[in-house]
């Protein structure tokens, strides 16, 4: 069939058929409407979830299924007032700090990225590197132990060790799509194994809160549950086990591993200098060890540590005489506009979260579940529901907010293992932050890798799928 159809004929019928899937679920929302306030919608919580779902796997997209997600919620909640609260929603989502805090962190990292490939400090970097890893499995290994190093926040994980093994990986024929897996491995889980992270001080105060300990010893509590982050571990260990080949390719990855062997697959940038100087390693060094450093002096401000590294790298190449300061400034402008599709999913994902929020979907789930649980079943339990939450709602801290006032006093009543518990809660965020196709660390390591979310989420999903299933086991018998 496809070889009898025109490009033409062939797009027109698929078209409307995901209009007309589209409009049938926006009608069905809509006679769904019951209009009875928050959090009374019951099953029908789950609807503009099952929307996004299934849209982002007919058409391979990712902000276009949220949209319509984020449409069907509203018209769900007052059929008549859909696109008047879906508007509503969207300016208390961009007036709120947290995605003003997104966008500059997000744009400023684009333009240092810009920075760097036009200075030639990735092809530096990755000329260096590349004298000590020649083989395909110890780059990946070099960017796992990479990413682990990187450990003050997710963003600045993904990003920078994305933009520096790129170029390697490419010359190795490692696909994007692997190097994404393994910068995604080394996101999330690493801040929440490593606790001096943005993940940890707000898990710290969610501690605190709840009253487990008292104000200002919630640190020290979150040290002793490590042992029990039981899926950061397992994803974390997953990564030398897939580079050696102890874990085979799965599903998607191994198609995309064998069209780069063959070099079937193009990588989406080159990364060359915009200037004939020859590369220098310092134009890479000293940006990014500014970045991390400053992030961390600035009490792990990731704003501050981008903007140090930015002016330094500003200062360094205009004395170098790489181009003139407007020069420069059009590489910065051009690397925040490489981030606006990335930021337009996750600011997507926010409205979807919102209109979930409406909807009570977390609080349903839970007391939907509460009553088959018991003292051995509950982490375990806990896990499953609340994995499913983080990937399907892309929440991961609204859903720890949610669930710990919850879990808590539930694993008191039952006389469970207090640790166990709240490691499978931990445990559930990091698994939907490292497997949601639209969560912000997967957007950010597909967009630092330069292929999209769904390819990256697809190919990578039988290992989260794995790693997942191992964390529910354990869970279980350690229980």
């Known amino acids: ?47 503009p979830t099952l929307v996004v779902l299934g849209l982002a796997l007919l058409t391979r997209r990712t902000l276009e299924p949220l949209l319509a997600g984020a449409l069907t ?5 007052e059929p008549e007032r859909t696109l008047h609260n879906f508007v509503a929603s969207t300016l208390e989502v961009m007036q709120g700090p947290i995605m003003g805090w997104l966008i500059l962190v997000c744009g400023l990292l684009g333009s240092l990225i810009a920075l760097l490939q036009f200075s030639g400090a990735t092809l530096a970097f990755s000329d260096a590197l590349g004298k000590y890893v020649k083989r395909r499995s110890h780059a990946l ?53 490593i606790p001096f992270s943005t993940w940890v001080i707000y898990l710290a105060g969610l ?37 050696f080949g102890v874990i085979p390719l799965l599903g998607s990855m191994k198609q995309a591993e064998r069209d780069c062997l063959e070099g079937n697959s193009l990588p989406v940038e080159q990364d060359e200098p915009g200037h004939r100087q020859p590369p220098r390693l310092v ?9 991390l450093l400053a992030t961390w002096y600035f009490d792990i401000d990731a704003l501050m540590g981008v903007g140090c590294a930015l002016v330094v790298s500003l200062v360094l190449y205009r004395l170098q005489g790489l181009a003139s300061l407007p020069r420069l400034f059009d590489e910065i402008i051009q690397g925040m506009a490489s981030m606006l599709l990335p930021l337009g999913i996750v ?78 809660l931990v445990s559930a965020g990091a698994f ?7 969560g912000d660390s997967t957007v950010i390591s597909a967009r630092g890798c330069g292929i999209s979310p769904m390819q990256h989420a697809l190919s990578q999903l039988p290992y989260t799928l794995i790693a997942a299933a191992v964390t529910t086991l354990v869970l279980w018998l350690l229980a």
């Open 207 to 243: 501690i605190e809160v709840n009253g487990l300990v008292p104000e200002g010893e919630g640190f020290n509590y979150y040290l002793s549950l490590l042992p029990y982050l039981v899926y950061p571990w397992v994803a974390l260990l997953m990564v030398p086990l897939v580079a």
């Open 141 to 193: 290994v070099a960017s796992w132990l990479l990413g682990i190093a990187i450990f003050i926040d997710d963003y600045l994980n993904a990003l920078t060790v994305s933009t520096a093994m790129r170029k390697l990986s490419d010359k190795l024929k490692i696909s994007r799509d692997m190097l994404a897996y393994v910068v995604d491995s080394t996101s999330a889980p690493v801040c929440l194994l």
């Open 432 to 438: 939907g932050s490292h497997a949601c196709f639209f």
């Open 283 to 291: 134009n890479f060094m000293l940006p990014v060890l500014t970045l």
């Open 347 to 424: 600011f997507a994902a926010f409205v979807l979260q919102a209109v979930n929020e409406k909807l009570g979907l977390a609080p349903y789930l839970i007391d939907a579940i509460t009553p088959y649980m018991n003292a051995r079943w509950l982490p375990a339990l806990s896990f499953l529901v609340l994995a499913g939450l983080t990937f399907a709602t892309g929440s991961f801290w609204g859903v720890y907010a949610i669930a710990f006032p919850i879990m808590v006093p539930l694993a008191q009543a039952l006389d469970a293992n207090m640790a166990l518990t709240l490691g499978a």
């Open 73 to 77: 919620g509203f018209a769900l909640i």
């Open 1 to 47: 069939m496809e070889k009898i159809l025109t490009p033409g004929v062939e797009k027109l019928p698929i078209g409307w058929i995901k209009l007309l899937v589209l409009s049938g679920l926006l009608l069905l929302a809509v006679s769904l409407g019951t209009g009875n306030g928050e959090g009374e919608f019951g099953f029908f919580a789950l609807v």
